[in-house]
């Protein structure tokens, strides 16, 4: 079955400062999502990018299909951007994600 | 934007006992998926169902059982509770399945005493 491996597994930064995380996945997905796990434990959707760029604000995601990989860029962070980072490849009709094991990532000020 | 909705949102359970979880797909969704997340872990896809009818089945324990109904809205029932099911359970739900975009809810936090 497919495997998601994330990198770094922590990051430590400070306020304004910009990074890129960065996903690999073993196997041509169907789907590939990241999200954001907040302090409460809600998961909220960043990207839905199974494949070329998006921009939402100061995120933007870039997933190279052929390559196998995918990367979310923080630019200028805030505190409130702190928590875990989870990307997530699909690829099988059933639609199941496997995640990969997340970024924690903490924005000092 | 109405979003997928999850109840109770908090639960505890003594060991040996059941519980149910319910989960309400975003209005015209008809694909929905269960995950567990432990305590620091990635979550774990349990089960999926697509249309009233089960899609795909992950690492879900034989206590476990779940549906979905003909209002699209899912339950999954948890019976002879052990310790280790005290997790962060998620619902999500998709338009359609295989490689549509999933919308996950708030999550169930289970504790098992």
């Known amino acids: 079955g497919i495997q998601v491996e994330q990198s770094p597994p922590d990051l430590i930064l400070q306020e304004g400062a910009n990074s890129t995380l960065r996903c690999n996945f073993s196997?041509?997905?169907?789907?590939l999502q990241w999200f954001h796990q907040n302090p409460w434990g809600q998961l909220i959707n960043l990207f839905y990018?199974?494949?070329g760029t998006k921009q939402n604000g100061r995120l933007s995601a870039t997933t190279v299909a052929t390559e196998r990989y995918s990367l979310l860029y923080i630019s200028s962070s805030q505190t409130t951007d702190s928590g875990v980072y989870f990307c997530?490849?699909?690829?099988?009709?059933?639609?199941?994600?496997?995640f990969g094991q997340g970024t924690e990532l903490s924005v000092k000020p | 934007a109405a979003g997928v909705i999850q109840s109770p949102r908090h639960l505890i359970k003594e060991k040996r006992e059941t519980a149910t979880l319910k989960c309400y797909p975003i209005?015209?969704?008809?694909?929905v998926y269960w995950y567990q997340q432990g305590p620091g872990q990635d979550p774990q896809f349990l089960i999926s169902?697509?249309?009233?009818?089960?899609?795909d089945k992950g690492s879900i324990p034989d206590r476990f059982s779940a549906q979905q109904f003909s209002d699209y809205h899912s339950e999954l029932n948890m019976s002879s509770l052990e310790l280790g099911d005290s997790a962060l359970y998620f619902c999500?739900?998709?338009?359609?399945?295989?490689?549509?975009?999933?919308?996950f809810g708030p999550g169930t936090r289970l504790t098992v005493t």
């Open positions: 999500a739900s998709s338009l359609g399945r295989g490689g549509y975009e999933q919308y």
């Open positions: 196997d041509s997905v169907n789907n």
């Open positions: 990018i199974p494949s």
């Open positions: 997530a490849g699909g690829y099988n009709q059933g639609g199941k994600l496997i």
């Open positions: 209005p015209r969704h008809d694909t």
């Open positions: 169902f697509y249309e009233k009818m089960q899609s």
